[in-house]
C-alpha cells in the first residue's frame, strides 16, 4: 500500500502538471473514449501501456480471462456486458478490442482445472462460461504436446470465442450493421511486449502492423 501511496504523491507533484489541461478538459466535456479495449486482469497487460493512449482514449474492461460471456449469461457472470452496452450505446465507441495474451493463467486453469475450486466458487462459474474453448483444444489440437502450446492456443481461441459472444448483443448487432463499429481480436506476448492481430482472411494471429494512409 505504501508504494501506492508514494506513486499518487509523485503524480500530483511530478506528473499531474503534463497533463493539467487534458484533466481540465475531461472534467468540462466528460469521456469520449475511441475504444472499447476488453483485456485481462493480469498485472502485466496494460492497456493504455502497450497501445501509448492517453486518459479518455480507452474505454478498459479487465476480469480474469478476458472473457466475453454470451448475452444471455445475466446476473454476477456477466458484469462486462453491462460495460460493452455501456462502451456501444452511450458512449458510441467506434471500436471493441478483445487482448487475450501469454501466459494466461486463466486459460491454464480453463484447461487443467483450478487447485482449489471448492473455495472458488465465482472464479469457477467465470471459467465456465468459456467451456467451449476448452472443447475446441480437446478437438482440434490434439496435435499440441507442451502445457505452453496449449495455453497459447487456448489464449487465442478464447479471443475468437469473444469476439463470437459480441455478436449475439443487440446493441453491437446494430452497430455493426450500419458500418460504425469495428471487432478487433488481438494477442499480446509479455514476453517481447509484441502485439498480435488476428485476420479472418488467413484465420491466423499476425504482427499488428500500421495502417497504411
Sequence with gaps: MQKLIEG????????????RRLF?????????PHTLFITCSDSRVLAELITQSQPGDLFVVKNVGNIVPPSSATGSTNSTAAAIEFAVQNLNVSDIVVCGHSQCGAMDALLHGLANEQSAPHLRDWLALALPVRRVLQQEYTHLVSREERTIAAAEENVLFALENLHTYTAVQTRLADGSLQLHGWFFKIATAELFAYDPDTKQFAPLVSEKT
Excluded: M
Design 24 to 32: 481540465r478538459k475531461l472534467s468540462q466535456d466528460g469521456q469520449n
Design 8 to 19: 499518487v504523491h509523485r503524480f500530483r507533484n511530478d506528473e499531474f502538471g503534463n497533463y
